[in-house]
């Protein structure tokens, strides 16, 4: 399913926040063991049109940003958070499948890492303020923003393992 297909419910209680940044702070981990047992070739090849494995991981990398901008907007208590590319421009400028994986692997690991930090700073009480979700239209509390930055992350690794599986399975990786 597509990622913009989706729709959300957003009702995990706040004491399960612990829990979300586990899984957010794993995420580099999952990507690197993915990754890093895949052969280059097939990391970077496409198929059809879509965006390679790698591509997928330097999305990971590039959005890395944006939810950390959004910490400044629940800061700031806006009633709307700041909106993303819908687009994905910046993925598709970055010519990730040019780039060496370990550099986005590194990117990504850093810019998450900063992201669980800032996310750990913040007040239990704070888990539950709310902005509107500009794509969504719809409230999203801190915690549900966490939740749905963790479900991005597992679309896009689960998307990059039917791909390295695909690939695997043609014999001359063409799809």
Excluded: C
Excluded at 31 to 56: D, F, M, N, Y
Excluded at 89 to 105: D, K, M, Q, Y
């Amino acid at each position: 399913m597509r990622w913009f297909d989706r729709t959300f419910r957003f009702d995990l209680p706040v004491a399960s926040f612990p829990a979300v940044l586990e899984r957010l702070r794993g995420a580099p981990a999952r990507l690197e063991e993915k990754l890093r047992a895949a052969p280059s070739e097939l990391l970077i090849r496409r198929p059809g049109e879509t965006w390679s494995a790698q591509e997928h991981a330097g999305h990971l990398l590039d959005l890395d940003d944006l939810h950390t901008a959004r910490l400044d907007d629940y800061r700031s208590g806006a009633k709307t958070l700041r909106p993303a590319d819908l687009a994905n421009r910046r993925t598709f400028e970055a010519n990730h499948n040019s780039r060496p994986l370990e550099e986005i692997l590194a990117g990504f690991r850093r810019g998450r890492s900063e992201f669980v930090r800032a996310l750990e700073g913040w007040d239990e009480p704070r888990l539950s303020d709310t902005a509107i979700h500009p794509r969504l239209n719809q409230p999203m509390r801190l915690i549900d923003m966490a939740v749905f930055v963790a479900d991005h992350d597992d679309h896009h690794l689960a998307r990059m393992t039917e791909i390295l599986r695909e690939l695997e399975r043609t014999p001359t990786g063409k799809s």
